[in-house]
């Protein structure tokens, strides 16, 4: 009987061009191959791509089919499984549940990294990575759920100084956050939390669609934002704290 395995597989920031040569040839192995679509984006076609790559059909799971973790853990103990993930497998914390959940039941996992937002952001911005606090997300604000999370924790790393990763969301329904959306939630934190850390004329760093074919890379104000939502792919926001003089200089440059 085949050995009960769950591979993590990433595939980068982009498309299937930026998967490993480990993660290529260990969905190749696996028996069956499945994929996730809700905690990154990939360029349209990324996995038909790489269903010929590897010579496998890759079926697509839902939030609630990963996050409920049966389909994919009653399939590996039938042997070697993949769930393929957009970026970094192991930045989402789904998928660290999935492989608690994994190891319980006796099966043997395996991560395979490849590059992820977290560091390209930093280094597309020019800035010094141990000069960034917590990472974030910025949600949706809807008519009953206006949390403040992100405020509070870019409150803190200025407070120290720190430059601020504000991963934007990523709803099912509503889709990627865009740069303009995120520009008025900013501001409506502004108005309900009042620490005076935003206004329209507040300067950000956009980052759309890194490593994708032609990104949005911008150091501008929020009133800005608007201007690059139809750039492909998906955005984040930097927050900066007080710049270093070749921070300052490189931000310049964009």
Request: with cysteine.
């Amino acid at each position: 009987m085949a050995k009960p395995r769950l591979i993590l597989v990433g595939t980068g920031i982009a498309d299937e061009r930026n998967i490993s040569i480990a993660g290529l040839e260990a969905l190749r192995a696996c028996g069956k191959i499945y994929a996730e679509r809700y905690t990154n984006l990939q360029p349209e076609g990324t996995l038909t791509r790489l269903e010929a790559l590897c010579g496998k059909e890759i079926a697509i799971l839902s939030r609630e089919q990963v996050e409920g973790e049966k389909e994919l853990l009653d399939a590996a103990k039938g042997g070697a499984v993949a769930l393929v993930v957009a970026g970094d497998p192991m930045i989402a914390t789904t998928h660290v549940s999935l492989l608690l959940a994994a190891k319980k039941r006796g099966i043997e996992t395996e991560v395979i990294h490849a590059s992820s937002v977290l560091s390209a952001a930093i280094g597309e911005a020019g800035l010094q990575a141990y000069k960034f606090g917590k990472t974030v997300t910025l949600a949706y604000w809807r008519d009953n759920y206006k949390p403040m999370a992100a405020y509070d924790v870019i409150s803190e790393n200025l407070s120290r100084n720190l430059h601020t990763l504000l991963l934007l969301d990523i709803d099912e329904k509503l889709g990627p956050m865009k740069p303009s959306s995120a520009a008025d939630v900013l501001l409506a934190m502004e108005k309900e939390g009042g620490k005076k850390m935003f206004s329209p004329e507040t300067k950000l760093v956009l980052l759309k669609g890194i490593g994708w074919g032609a990104p949005a890379k911008k150091y501008c104000a929020i009133s800005e934002l608007a201007k690059y939502d139809a750039s492909e792919g998906p955005a984040v926001i930097i927050v900066p704290a007080r710049l270093h003089f070749l921070e300052e200089e490189f931000l310049s440059s964009l």
